[in-house]
């Protein structure tokens, strides 16, 4: 599918108020500083507990390498993402790596916000960054070259009770539609028995409900933006993806849908809370979680619904990057390729077990013998749903931007917030998904027209 990179004259204006965020005071005592004779090396990562794992293993690093310490900056995501942006668009100098996604990658390569880490690749056959899944190693490049590498990578399915299913005399097709899945959950919402027929996140935010709502539009055959960068949130294919995941959610959703975001809908699915669930494939792990999880071994795994495309997932990546002012480039890249090697992925799964092992980026993760036999339920389903996550396979129209469930472009914070926010709206039916429509439409226009008057 034809789609054509916006350029990023004006990036910086178009960030408005990321680039004013306040940087706590944690992330200030200066990439590479100096210590008592050692290398300190501040990396900035989002704390979820993949990242976790990894601090947890960080002395591991550091023995291998005498006279480095490493000092974590850990924030929620949102937080995350806002520090991270401020300090690498000012060229702040506060990070020597950065955790960062596909939606930044490309955007900041072009910038020339990022070093490239392509030559470094090359001089590291070890490395093995051919053994990055196509699609992952895809987002994370710029012209070609790697700009990021990745920690892991998800796309997104429906979790559903087999239990459930059986009881009710209902078969998960091997590849749904959306149709279908609001089939099954009105035939399997049971309130008195506290159990919702799906679970699907209303909670407002550009990476919250927007990722799975992103992927019903594209099947669905809509669209944000046509090649010219007019609107085409009043489209039939646009309101009709609306108001299905409106009345799919509201009908036969989970309670305070409008609220409920991946962690309430995790939660909600491993209590036993909910017939199905669709969300990002990393759920598996905590679904089949003893620890976290009360329905373990209860699941199958179906591949993203679809309509009129032939897949239906989005792809996201957590990577790890260098921004192009540190000094310390040559340590950086070490941690980068610890953090993100092969070797890693075999000392979590030993470590702290196999399920919890970053999965998603390198296809030698799926030939662990271990690792296959822990996630039997969901590790062919994973890799299936990352490999076909791409504009060809889930997307009917050219887009003049990239990116699945997001936009890759500065103003979709903003915009996909501001979006979200109706969305949320008329889920918790303070709004008409009409009046919420189009008012999102109205959000879409603005930012349309600013590329237009500028030719982008």
Known sequence: MHRTRPRRRGFL??????????????????????????ETLVIAIVSNPQMEDAVALSDRFEAQHPGVQLKFVQLPENQARAKITASVANEGGEFDAVMISNYETPQWAENGWLENLQPRIDADPDYDAGDFIPSIRGALSHR?????????????????????????????????????????????????????????????????????????????????????????????????????????VRDHGEPGASSAGFQECGNRYGRGQAAMWYDATVMAGTNEDPQSSEVVGKSGYAPAPRQ???????????????????????????????????????????????????????NSTYDIPQ????????????????????QEHTMTKPVPYEGIQFLGIPEFQDLGTRVSQQLSAAIAGQKTSEEALAQAHEYAVTVGKSYQESGQ
């Open 13 to 38: 204006a178009r960030l408005g108020i990321l680039l004013t965020a306040v940087l706590p005071a944690a992330g200030c005592a200066g990439a590479g500083a100096l210590g008592a004779g050692d």
């Open 144 to 248: 070609g070259d790697m700009y990021a590498v990745p920690f892991y990578g998800e796309s997104s399915f429906v979790a559903y009770r087999k239990d459930l299913f059986a009881k009710a005399g209902l078969e998960m097709p091997d590849n749904p539609t959306w149709e279908q899945i609001r089939g099954f959950a009105k035939r399997l919402h049971d309130p008195s028995a506290g159990i919702a027929g799906i679970c699907l996140r209303g909670k407002p935010g550009w990476g919250e409900s927007l990722a799975p709502f992103n992927t019903v539009v594209n099947t669905f055959g809509g669209r944000w933006y046509d090649e010219n960068w007019n609107s085409r949130l009043d489209s039939p294919e646009f309101r009709r993806a609306w108001n299905f995941y409106v009345d799919l």
């Open 308 to 362: 009129r495309t032939e897949a239906g997932g989005w792809l996201y990546t957590w990577s790890l990057a260098i921004p192009e002012v540190t000094d310390n480039k040559d340590t950086a890249w070490d941690f980068l390729r610890w953090m993100t090697g092969k070797e890693f992925v075999q000392t979590v799964g030993t470590e702290f077990g196999w399920n919890r092992v970053p999965t998603g980026s390198r």
């Open 371 to 390: 690792y296959r036999q822990a996630a039997e339920a969901y590790a062919q389903p994973t890799l299936d749903a990352i490999s076909v996550a791409d």
